[in-house]
C-alpha cells in the first residue's frame, strides 16, 4: 500500500509540473490542482499508514496501541478545503482573463504589447 | 488573554464591514476606527511582552503540545504593532485615493481579512495553524489585488496566486514530512524535541522545503520575479498595504523557524543564507536602477531591503537580529510612505512613468518633501531610520566577521541612494517635458494627511532609534536563546 501511494504521489506531482508549463492557462490551474491531491496524499502517507484501525475508539479510554492517527488526516481536510477555495477563485479569475482579452494563451501574460 | 484580540477583531470587523458594504462614510470611518483600535491593543501587547518576558496562552484549554498555543514574544509584539500603524494609515490614505466602485465592492472587509492573516501568522505557535493564517492572509490579498478586475491587473493576479499557491504547496510538504519523523506540529515542543536528536538527517528535507516556501513569500533570489509582475497592478494604496506587511510576514516566518529549527548544519545554512542575502540585495537594487516606472522601482526595491533583513538572520548574533528587526520595521514605514507619496504624484500629474513626469519640485514642495523623507530613509541618511537600520546591520556584521556580505551591504546603499534620486530627479526636479500636456489633478486631502503622517512616524522611529533598539536588541536576544521561546510555550 505504502508503495503504491508513493508511486501515486509521483505520478500526480509529474503530471502537475506537466501541467503548469503548458501554454494554456486553464491547464495551469489544472496543475495546481493536482498539486494540491499530491501534497494532500504525501501528508497522509508522511503522517502514518494503520490499516483497518479506527481513528477514534468508542469506551477504550486508554487503548491506544494501533489505533490510526487522527491529525494528519484533519490536516488534510483543512488543506481541501483551502485549497478548495483557492482553487474556485483562480478558476474565477481565469475566466474573467477570458472574458476580457478572448484568449488563454500564456503569451498574453507579458506586459509587452 | 490580549492575544487573542489581534486575531478576534479583525474578524469581527470584518463580519460588520461586509455586511454593511454600501455605507462608504460608515465603511472608511469604521475601518479607520478599527484599526486605531488594533494599534492600541498592539501597543499594550508589546508593553506586556516587554516587561514581563514572553506571553504564551492555550486557547481552548488545551496543553501545549497538545492544543494550539498563541504565542508573542518582543519580535512578534514589534511586527504586530508596525502592521496595525501601517493599517492606520493605509485607511486614512484609501478614502482619497480608491474609486468607489472598489471601496464599495468589499476592499475594507478585505483589507480585515488580510490583517487577521498578517496577525495570525505573527502569533501562532503550531505549524499547522501558521499555514492557515498564511491562507486567510494570501485568500485576502488574492481577491484585493485582482479587485476591479482591469486586464492588467487580472495579468497580475494570475502570477500572484500560481506562484503563491505552489510556495503554499512547498509549506504544507515539509509540515507533513516534519510531522511524520517529529509526530508534533507545535513549534516549541518540536524545537524541543530535535534539540534531543543525534543529527538532523530527517529534518534537513523538511526544512529546505520551509526554506524554499518562505523564500518565495518574501521574494529571495531566485524566487522574486513574481513581485514585480504583480504588484504594481492594483491601486497603490493596495500595493502600499501589501509591501508593508506581506513580505515581511514571509522574513518574520524564516526568523522564527531558523532561530527554533536551525540545530544541527548550522554552517551550511549561514553561508547559504548569507549568499542568497547578498545576491538578493545587490540583483533587486540592481534591477530598480534599470526601470521608469516609479511602482516598479519601489517593487524592486522591496525585494532589495529584504535582502537586508536576511543579512541580519545570517548574522545571527543578538545585534544582528536585533539590526535587522529594527531594519524590518524602519522598511515597512518607509516603502509604505513611498508607495503613497508616488500615488500622490499620480494624483498630482496622473501618470507614474518617469518619462512623462518632471517639474514637480516647482509645483508643489510639499509633495516633494513628502517623496523625500522616506526616500532618504530608505538611502539611509541620518538622521532617519533607515540608516539606524543599517548602521546595526553592518555593526553586526562586522562583530561577527562577516566582512563580505556587510561590504556588499554597504554597496548596495550606494545604489539604493542611486535609484532614490533618480525618482526624485526626473520626477521633481527636471522641467516639465514639452511634448507632454501634465495633467493638473488635484491631491485628495485624505492622502495627503495620510502620507505625513506616515512620514512623522518615519521620522519619529529615527529620532527615537535608541529606546526602539533596546526593545530591539531584547528581541535579538529573545531570537538567539530559542529555549526563552521554548521553556515559554511548555511552561517549564
Not at chain 2, 503613497?340 to 517639474?359: E, F, I, M, T, W
Request: with cysteine; hydrophobic share 55%.
Amino acid at each position: 500500500m505504502l508503495i503504491l501511494l508513493a508511486l501515486l504521489i509521483g505520478v500526480l506531482y509529474g503530471a502537475a509540473v506537466y501541467l503548469l508549463l503548458r501554454r494554456n492557462i486553464f491547464k495551469l490551474i489544472l496543475g495546481l490542482i493536482f498539486l494540491g491531491h499530491a501534497t494532500n496524499l504525501l501528508l497522509f502517507v508522511a503522517g502514518g499508514l494503520t490499516s483497518g484501525k479506527p481513528a477514534f475508539l468508542r469506551g477504550l479510554q486508554n487503548e491506544t496501541i494501533g489505533m490510526s492517527d487522527p491529525l494528519p488526516q484533519a490536516l488534510i481536510l483543512t488543506a481541501i478545503v483551502i485549497g478548495l477555495g483557492v482553487t474556485a477563485f483562480a478558476l474565477t479569475l481565469v475566466y474573467r482573463f477570458y472574458k476580457v482579452t478572448k484568449t488563454v494563451d500564456f503569451d498574453e501574460l507579458s506586459e509587452n504589447e | 488573554m490580549i492575544l487573542i484580540l489581534p486575531i478576534i477583531l479583525p474578524l469581527l470587523f470584518m463580519v460588520v464591514l461586509i455586511f454593511t458594504r454600501r455605507w462608504l462614510f460608515f465603511q472608511q470611518s469604521f475601518s479607520l476606527v478599527g484599526s486605531v483600535v488594533l494599534t492600541a491593543i498592539s501597543l499594550l501587547i508589546l508593553l506586556d511582552v516587554y516587561q514581563n518576558g514572553i506571553l504564551a496562552i492555550q486557547p481552548g484549554s488545551w496543553d501545549a503540545p497538545f492544543g494550539i498555543t498563541l504565542v508573542a514574544d518582543t519580535f512578534s509584539a514589534l511586527m504586530l504593532l508596525t502592521t496595525s500603524f501601517v493599517a492606520v494609515v493605509v485607511m486614512i490614505f484609501s478614502p482619497g485615493f480608491i474609486d468607489k466602485e472598489r471601496q464599495t465592492a468589499g476592499y475594507y472587509p478585505l483589507a480585515f481579512g488580510l490583517l487577521m492573516g498578517v496577525n495570525g501568522a505573527f502569533i501562532t505557535g503550531d505549524l499547522f495553524n501558521m499555514y492557515v493564517w498564511y491562507e486567510v492572509m494570501l485568500t485576502s490579498s488574492f481577491v484585493l489585488i485582482a479587485l476591479g478586475g482591469s486586464a492588467e491587473q487580472l495579468r497580475g493576479s494570475i502570477k500572484y496566486v500560481t506562484i503563491n499557491f505552489v510556495a503554499s504547496i512547498f509549506f504544507v510538504s515539509a509540515i507533513g514530512i516534519l510531522y511524520g519523523q517529529a509526530g508534533t506540529l507545535n513549534m516549541a515542543d518540536l524545537a524541543a524535541k530535535m534539540r534531543t536528536w543525534e543529527s538532523g538527517t530527517y529534518i534537513n528535507s523538511a526544512l529546505m522545503l520551509f526554506f524554499i516556501a518562505f523564500s518565495v513569500k518574501s521574494a529571495l533570489v531566485p524566487f522574486f520575479f513574481w513581485l514585480p509582475a504583480s504588484y504594481h497592478t492594483p491601486p497603490i494604496a493596495i500595493t502600499a498595504l501589501f509591501a508593508g506587511t506581506l513580505t515581511k510576514v514571509g522574513v518574520y516566518t524564516l526568523f522564527r523557524f531558523y532561530s527554533l529549527f536551525v540545530v544541527f548544519d548550522e554552517q551550511f545554512w549561514q553561508i547559504f543564507i548569507l549568499v542568497l542575502a547578498g545576491l538578493t540585495m545587490f540583483i533587486g537594487v540592481l534591477m530598480a536602477a534599470s526601470q521608469f516606472d516609479i511602482r516598479k522601482i519601489l517593487s524592486f526595491h522591496i525585494i532589495s531591503q529584504v535582502g537586508y533583513m536576511v543579512m541580519g538572520l545570517g548574522i545571527f548574533t543578538a545585534t544582528g537580529i536585533a539590526g535587522a528587526i529594527y531594519f524590518t520595521m524602519h522598511n515597512m514605514l518607509s516603502k509604505t510612505n513611498t508607495f503613497l507619496a508616488g500615488g500622490l504624484v499620480y494624483q498630482r500629474s496622473g501618470s507614474y512613468d518617469l518619462k512623462y513626469l518632471g517639474g514637480l519640485y516647482k509645483a508643489s514642495p510639499l509633495l516633494a518633501l513628502l517623496f523625500f523623507i522616506p526616500a532618504m530613509s530608505l538611502a539611509g541618511i541620518p538622521p532617519l531610520p533607515g540608516f539606524f537600520g543599517k548602521f546595526f546591520l553592518i555593526k553586526g556584521g562586522f562583530e561577527a566577521q562577516q566582512y563580505f556580505i556587510t561590504g556588499v551591504a554597504i554597496l548596495t546603499g550606494l545604489f539604493t541612494l542611486f535609484s532614490m534620486v533618480k525618482i526624485w530627479n526626473e520626477a521633481y526636479w527636471k522641467k516639465e517635458p514639452e511634448e507632454v500636456k501634465q495633467r493638473d489633478g488635484k491631491v485628495h486631502p485624505a492622502a495627503l494627511t495620510a502620507t505625513a503622517v506616515l512620514a512623522i512616524g518615519v521620522i519619529l522611529l529615527g529620532v527615537f532609534a535608541g529606546p526602539v533598539m533596546e526593545v530591539c536588541l531584547d528581541a535579538g536576544h529573545q531570537m538567539v536563546n530559542p529555549e526563552m521561546y521554548i521553556n515559554a510555550v511548555l511552561g517549564r
